[in-house]
């Protein structure tokens, strides 16, 4: 099976789509290292991946399989109301946001062959090279441990 991380399928080494992958410019004044960092690790039998998503809780985060793609998607609502002493409002934030990210992980990946867990910021994902031959049709969520 090949692990392609992007939306498309090329068929090209691992790596080099990785990092061709659109994903990794920027949009204009952000920083690409702040954006869904993932390290992936081939620990023989299985592939390991790890993404950064800090500020995110475990309720924040999906994952789901549908048609041999793994999608990774995050959303975030905060609100912070400080007021002074009197109940006049002294400074009021809002920050909304979401990242999305997707996997092609080959089409024969069932979402049972996925572990998932969610600590200190990171999301960890294990499943194996060489899965059942069975395919997901309709997308299913796989639970996060945490």
């Known amino acids: 099976m090949l692990f392609t991380p992007s ?3 090329t068929g090209f080494d691992l790596f080099d789509d990785f990092f061709n992958d659109p994903f990794f410019t920027a949009p204009a004044g952000q920083s690409q290292n702040t954006l869904m960092r993932t390290d992936v690790s081939d620990n ?3 592939y390991l991946l790890d993404m950064e998503l800090p500020g995110f809780k475990k309720e ?5 399989l549908k048609n041999g793609y793994l999608t ?4 975030h609502e905060e609100n912070k109301d400080e007021k002074d002493q009197q109940g006049k409002l002294i400074r009021q934030e809002r920050y909304s946001g979401s990242c999305r990210r997707s996997f092609y992980v080959g089409d024969s990946l069932k979402q049972e062959d ?9 999301l960890k994902l294990q499943f194996p090279k060489e899965p059942l031959k069975t395919v997901e049709d309709s997308p299913r969520y796989i639970p996060i441990e945490g």
């Open 7 to 9: 939306r498309r399928h």
């Open 114 to 122: 996925i572990k998932a867990a969610f600590e200190n910021g990171v």
């Open 72 to 75: 990774i998607s995050a959303s």
């Open 60 to 64: 924040d985060i999906k994952a789901e």
């Open 44 to 46: 023989g039998s299985c």
